[in-house]
């Protein structure tokens, strides 16, 4: 009877493990598909042009970017201009983990900063140690930490926003480095190949945020107009080859532009086989 009642317990408990494992594997499936499901629903499609955003890439909240030098406010000599950062908690040089980096345009470098100067078009490096060639006046200096796929980081520890002054300044732009900026990321140059199918839009903001009854971007592509709710990459599809035109803009809940000096911006990239 005991032999009996304990393989009666061990067929018990074997079926009950057999049908956690079966739960666990359909919630992860269920929640796969929702995640799917989820991003299908915020794709948005005008003449052809999708947009969808994305939310899944690896997380780094403890990664953390800061300048050293230039000085915030600082004067530099005329010419090249040395940047040194600290880094903590992400390499550099290093390819991210996820499929996007097979998905889209991918650095073969690996993860990179995005140096940016008065919203400019980025310089792309891969070591803390740097120089640029800067004009000689006052310029507003972004960076930012980028995944190789080139999508920024966005908590407040993975940028650095400053002021930085070149050789004589004869005007000054009286930047409010505490209002709401919008800086433009990607796409940028050309994308060849598999490259040219998914191509992926993403900006960066200091200040403010997105929301749908608050402040939004809108993206026109092509001419065609998207109203974006959330700060987020968009994966961008269905976009012909040849030269292509973005025009971003930061607006409020009732469309108005947002002051700033980089709040509106244009740029063209071009799509190859």
């Known amino acids: 009877m005991k032999q009996a009642f304990w393989l009666l317990s061990a067929l018990v408990l074997g079926l009950s493990a057999c049908d956690t494992t079966r739960q666990q594997a359909d919630t992860a499936t269920a929640t796969a598909e929702q995640v799917r499901a989820t991003a299908a629903s915020a794709t948005m499609e005008k003449n052809g042009i999708r947009l969808t955003p994305f939310t899944d890439s690896p997380k780094f909240p403890s990664a953390g970017l800061r300048l050293n030098t230039p000085a915030a406010n600082s004067t530099v000599p ?77 908590h407040r520890t993975a940028y650095d926003l400053r002021v930085v002054n070149v050789g004589k300044v004869t005007t000054p732009l009286n930047a409010d480095l505490s209002a709401p900026h919008m800086f433009y990321s990607r796409p940028k140059g050309e994308y060849t190949g598999k490259d040219a199918q998914k191509v992926m839009l993403d900006f960066y903001l200091v200040n403010t945020t997105l929301s749908p009854d608050g402040n939004k971007v809108r993206a026109t592509i092509n001419g065609t107009e998207f109203m974006l709710d959330q700060w987020a990459p968009y994966i961008m599809e269905g976009l012909p080859m040849g030269a292509n035109t973005v025009k971003l803009e930061l607006v409020d809940a009732n469309g108005n532009a947002v002051p700033g000096p980089f709040n509106s911006v244009t740029r063209t990239f071009t799509l190859a086989q």
């Open 78 to 154: 005329s010419g090249t201009v040395a940047f040194d950062y600290d880094l903590t908690n992400f390499q550099l040089t290093k390819m991210t983990g996820h499929q996007h980096g097979e998905e889209m345009a991918n650095s073969a470098q690996g993860q990179h900063i995005h140096n940016i100067v008065d919203n400019e078009p980025y310089t792309a490096h891969y070591t803390t140690e740097f120089t640029k060639p800067l004009a000689d006046g006052q310029h507003v200096v972004l960076s930012f930490l980028s995944r190789s796929y080139h999508e920024s980081l966005k």
